[in-house]
């Protein structure tokens, strides 16, 4: 049983050095000190998250605030799941990375990243079925549900004409969030890229 507490301290211990703690009210009204006063609180209690009318408004009336727990909610998974040497790719681990960002020098430094980014802008979530209503491709539909399609490097380029179709993949991430993450914190990359 001693052995079973220790274990589990240590689990938690390394769990909780890990995740990066949720914005607060009082957080969020320090980023984002222009915005309407009832958004902090909001945003806090996971308002902005999902795709529900409600939840459309507040993005549209704090975007500020669902911004940055959007980012704290990706953030968080990379860094939960996302490999310790390869912290330096964090800038990347975000939904408003552009096409330039990847096509630079640390998106290509990170290729080997692309698998943990994909799998925590879709917060473990399946949104093909928002992808396929907003026309993304048949065979780009694989980054709908945060998979990357190869772990070889030379094929992943054959998949650049879905790259025009991100910002529509990673706006039904983002519909999709929920209040709570659904990643799993024990998810590993299934490619090993060189």
Not at 34 to 48: M, P, S
Not at 109 to 116: E, G, I, M, N, R
Request: aromatic residues 8%; contains cysteine; neutral net charge.
């Amino acid at each position: 049983m001693k052995l079973f507490l220790v274990l589990f301290f240590v689990a938690f211990v390394v769990n909780a050095e890990v995740t990066i703690k949720e914005l607060t009210p009082d957080e969020l009204r320090q980023i984002c000190p222009n915005e309407h006063k009832f958004c902090a609180d909001k945003v806090a209690e996971g308002k902005c998250f999902g795709s529900s009318r409600k939840a459309g408004e507040l993005k549209r009336k704090c975007p500020c605030s669902c911004s940055n727990v959007h980012h704290r909610r990706i953030q968080n998974c990379c860094k939960r799941v996302g490999k310790e040497e390869m912290e330096f790719c964090l800038p990347l681990c975000a939904y408003n990375t552009t096409l330039q960002d990847l096509g630079g020098g640390l998106g290509i430094k990170c290729v080997s990243q692309l698998t943990t980014w994909a799998y925590c802008a879709s917060d473990a979530q399946d949104t093909i079925p928002c992808c396929q209503n907003k026309g993304v491709p048949k065979e780009c539909l694989s980054f709908c549900k945060g998979d990357v399609p190869t772990c070889d490097l030379q094929s992943i380029f054959s998949y650049k004409p879905c790259l025009k179709h991100m910002e529509t993949i990673v706006s039904c991430h983002k519909e999709q969030l929920a209040a709570k993450p659904q990643f799993d914190v024990n998810w590993e990359a299934p490619c090993e890229w060189e």
